[in-house]
């Protein structure tokens, strides 16, 4: 059996580094990496924390390391397979990005750059339209930008609209566009109904567009541009097509506001996510060494197992459990069962991290699915305390046991 992988995918992120407070390079590191994509950095700038709701941040310039970091990667041959660049210091970093590219990226490099400088109809802290017309000049140099509706308002020279946006606003924004030399827009935090929130991408070469629309949760949530534009990113450059690549990534923010929402985690902090466990189907086949007994000779033998060969084996079992699921459904009393469809299913232990078996529960019920950050230990600890509680328990396991006895 052959055990060799394709060469790892490498995208270099050109964006600052916020210490606390969930954006920029904080997002783009593990986002990107958890999709199987190598993430190389050049950082714009240090700061403590990213610069809405928080006071008091400091704030240290990169632009002097952004090309000497570029020529080392170019005098060693790094190949770079995606750029992905987000905030930028000042305008005159645009100038330095613009260099950067040159030295970096390759004919096919795909190039992802998200204009970075406003959002809810007004600039960041420091920023003002200098950086607009500086992004508007890169705008040519990108396969792929990710403004929201203010930056791309912003750039196409358009009045900001808060929402509901209509078609024909989003055609103006795409057209203006377009023309100033972007290939794919994709606008983010687009509102074609009051409770509907999501994101649509047009290709301005041959007009094709695709829309993936989420419920809407009031206020802002900071870094999900971070968190959208990483995803999309990094599944384009694995090759996915633009369509699947913005229903992905839409998802995973969705389920980020989500989980920041179940934990209540401080807006300014970002958004939560971590321990979403596996973000995209495995294109590649995995290879794992197995030792145990054969069952033939009873001696000690080592086998290599593929992924495919795990996903025929589990299949059975698989549909034996999303059985008793359906079955634990239907004998639900409906007030819980309307309680699940609004929380959703929450699955724990070892075989909840199988991968993608928390979309085929998803896909099975119909039912929001998502996996709990320790899966492992939680299902450990939640017996031990459920054995320390027995006697409270009127419907755990003893009375079920006892029910099964007195049936036999
Ligand atoms: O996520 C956008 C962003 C990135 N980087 C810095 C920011 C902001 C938005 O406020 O301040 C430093």
Not at 118 to 136: E, H, L, T
Not at 153 to 173: M, N, R, V, W
Not at 364 to 376: E, K, N
Request: glycine share 8%; hydrophobic share 45%.
């Amino acid at each position: 059996m052959d055990n060799t992988l394709p060469p790892l995918k490498r995208i270099a992120a050109i964006h600052d580094l916020s210490g606390l407070g969930k954006c920029s390079l904080t997002v783009a590191l593990p986002v990107i990496s958890a999709t199987g994509v190598e993430c190389a950095c050049i950082p714009t700038a240090v700061l403590s924390t990213h610069t809405g709701e928080f006071t008091g941040w400091t704030f240290r310039d990169l632009s002097d390391d952004m090309l000497p970091i570029a020529h080392h990667w170019q005098r060693i041959g790094a190949r770079i397979d995606g750029v992905y660049s987000g905030y930028l210091a000042s305008p005159e970093q645009a100038q330095l990005l613009a260099q950067t590219l040159d030295c970096i990226a390759a004919p096919d490099t795909l190039v992802v750059i998200d204009p970075v400088m406003a959002d809810n109809g007004s600039y960041y802290s420091k920023i003002d339209d200098r950086m607009c017309a500086a992004f508007r000049r890169l705008l040519s140099r990108a396969d792929v930008i990710t403004p929201n509706v203010t930056e791309a308002a912003l750039l196409a020279g358009l009045p900001y609209e808060p929402g509901t946006h209509s078609d024909a606003y989003l055609a103006q924004l795409f057209q203006a566009l377009g023309a100033l030399g972007a290939g794919v827009v994709t606008v983010t935090g687009v509102r074609p109904q009051p409770d509907v929130i999501g994101n649509v991408a047009c290709d301005c070469r041959t007009g094709e567009m695709h829309a993936s629309m989420r419920p809407a949760h009031p206020g802002v949530f900071y870094g999900t541009g971070d968190v959208f534009a990483s995803a999309l990113a990094a599944l384009l450059v694995r090759g996915a097509p633009l369509s699947a690549a913005l229903e992905t990534a839409t998802a995973l923010t969705d389920e980020s506001i989500c989980r920041s929402l179940w934990r209540d985690t401080p807006r300014r902090f970002g958004v939560d996510f971590e321990g979403i466990a596996c973000l995209v189907p495995r294109a590649e086949v995995g290879i794992q060494e197995v030792k145990g007994r054969c069952l033939t000779t009873g001696l000690p033998k080592s086998v290599k197992i593929s992924s495919v060969e795990l996903v025929e084996a589990i299949a059975e079992p698989a549909r034996d459990i999303l059985e008793t699921i359906h079955m634990v459904l239907e004998r639900t009393p409906p007030e819980l069962v309307a309680d699940l469809a609004q929380n959703g299913i929450i699955m724990a232990g070892g075989g909840s991290l199988i991968y993608g078996f928390d979309q085929l529960v998803e896909k099975d019920t119909g039912i929001r699915t998502t996996v709990v950050d320790d899966a492992l230990s939680c299902a450990a600890f939640g017996s031990g305390k459920m054995l320390m509680n027995l006697n409270d328990m009127q419907d755990g396991m003893v009375n079920l046991a006892r029910k099964r006895q007195m049936k036999a």
